[in-house]
Each structure stands twice: as C-alpha cells, then as structure tokens.
C-alpha cells in the first residue's frame, strides 16, 4: 500500500538494516534532499518541497528513523545513523544531491559530506546541530535523558514544541503538532524517539574539517536552542567557508515558519553554488 500526501507526493521505503526508511519523492531536475531533525516528521518541509520542485528540482524528503512513516525497529538512532541512511538513499536515487538539513539532521548531513563527498553536492544547515553545546554538563543531561524517557516522551515534546516555534507560527500548527505526537504515541515509537534524544554531535563537529562542498547556514533570528543564533550561524559558516542568512521571526524550524523567506534564500544558494533548477520556476521563485 502507498500513501499519497496533499501535494500528490507518494510515501516509499527504503530498506537498510534494522528496518526501513521513509521518504516521498516530487518534481524533477538537480536532486534535494530534506532531512528534518529529531522528533519531527518530513511534512516539517510541506512548504519548502513543493516550492522547490516548481523552482525545477527533484525532490525528496526523508523520515528518520524511528519517526513517521519510517519503522521503529532500530537498533541505533541518532547523527552518525542518519548519515547512514542518507548515504544509503542517495545511493539509491542515483545522484549526488544538495542536502537540506534541519537540527539534528544537519549534523547527519555533515557527517555524510565528510564520509562520502561524492554524494554530497552541497549543503543547507537549518537551525543546525553541528557540534556539542558549550552550556552541556552531564547534570542536565541527566535531566533530559529522565524527561525523554519513554512513560512521558511524547508529552513533554508536545509541551516544549511550541517554545521552538518562536516567531511566527505557520497557520496549521495545532494541526501538525497534532499530527507529531500522535505519531510518536504509537506503539515503539516513543522508545525510538527516546533513544534519538540520547545522541551527541561530536562526530559532526569532528567532520567540519573534511567539508569542501558549498554550504549555506540557515538559522531563524528568535531560535531557542542556541543562545546566540546568529554568533552560532556565523561560526559555523566560518568554519565552513559558507555564508548565513537570517531568517526574520523564525526560532528552530525557519522551514515551515518563514517559508517564502527559506525558499528564496535556498533558491539563491542553488544559483550561485551552480546548482540551477530545470524546470519552468527556476527563474522567477521571487515571484
């Protein structure tokens, strides 16, 4: 059986081991792939993948695993995982693509730069984990190993979702925020999403290194998980060799909170990093 999302993209799987992946595939042109972050769904791109294929883009979107459409059969979860399985699936799609990343999914997409630059012909990073936090201690770790432990996972998320969302709220919210925690009250779900939060970001700080591909960094000016976004976006992008762009009353998911601002910003990237769209909109995504 295959699931059809609104904008008639189709739900497939993607076997790898331990179980399968998730993704949908839409428009056609240079590859995209989205990845989004720990404890969110791939609808998270519902704006930006449509925008983006009529800009002349092929485009794909991916669970992680353990979330959404995606098994939560697992064995291992987390940054160095879903490098993985973006490897896995580019090898499967035949392309080397630009990856958009968002959160925790930005850190798998510098990991699979660094491992397989052959496959990775760019970077976005949004709102992006790509190293340890300088405030983590092992006490609040501790904390929030215990408050994303399986009995109350799903709602302490629901209740620290919306304090991500700083700035603007897209019009569907309360529909979508829905939409995630019923997904993770499933039966092993809540486990797999519990066993996601316990990752770190050393291995992608490690690879920063090794990144020679064009990167652009994309942080919402209001997001919450850094204490200074823009100083956060601008080391990164410094030690990337990239370039930032703010995005205006966003916190940590600028994707579906400012999409047009997003698309544009990504669009402009794809131009002048030599990525340019095939279809009919490549030209005039202002519009």
Do not use: C
């Amino acid at each position: 059986m295959t699931n059809r999302d609104s904008a008639g993209a189709v739900t497939q799987h993607l076997a790898v081991p331990g179980g399968n992946v998730a993704f949908d595939e839409r428009g056609s042109g240079p590859l995209i792939l989205l990845v989004p972050g720990m404890g969110d769904l791939r609808s998270t791109y519902r704006f930006l993948a449509p925008a983006l294929a009529a800009a002349g883009y092929r485009v794909v979107s991916t669970e992680l695993r353990g979330h959404g459409d995606s098994d939560a059969s697992f064995p291992s979860y987390g940054d160095e995982a879903t490098a993985s399985d973006i490897a896995a699936l580019l090898r499967q799609l035949d392309a080397p693509a630009v990856v958009v990343g968002n959160s925790m999914g930005a850190g798998a997409a510098v990991i699979a730069a660094a491992e397989m630059p052959e496959l990775v012909a760019g970077l976005v990073l949004v709102g992006p984990f790509v190293r340890e936090p300088a405030s983590a201690n092992p006490l609040m770790k501790l904390v929030m190993r215990i408050l994303m432990a399986r009995p109350w996972a799903a709602g302490v998320w629901e209740a620290y979702l919306p304090k991500l969302y700083a700035g603007a709220k897209p019009s569907d919210f309360a529909e979508y925020q829905d939409a995630v925690i019923a997904a993770m009250k499933r039966p092993g779900y809540a486990r797999a999403f519990s066993l996601t939060t316990r990752t770190d970001h050393v291995k992608a700080e490690e690879s920063l290194a090794a990144i020679t591909t064009p990167t652009l960094v994309v942080m919402g000016d209001n997001d919450p998980d850094f204490p200074d976004p823009k100083a956060e976006a601008g080391w990164i992008s410094a030690t990337l060799g990239g370039a930032t762009v703010m995005i205006e009353d966003a916190g940590h998911y600028p994707q579906s909170q400012q999409p047009e601002q997003t698309a544009t910003a990504i669009l402009d990237f794809l131009s002048a990093s030599g990525h340019r769209g095939s279809g009919r909109g490549a030209e005039g995504h202002r519009a």
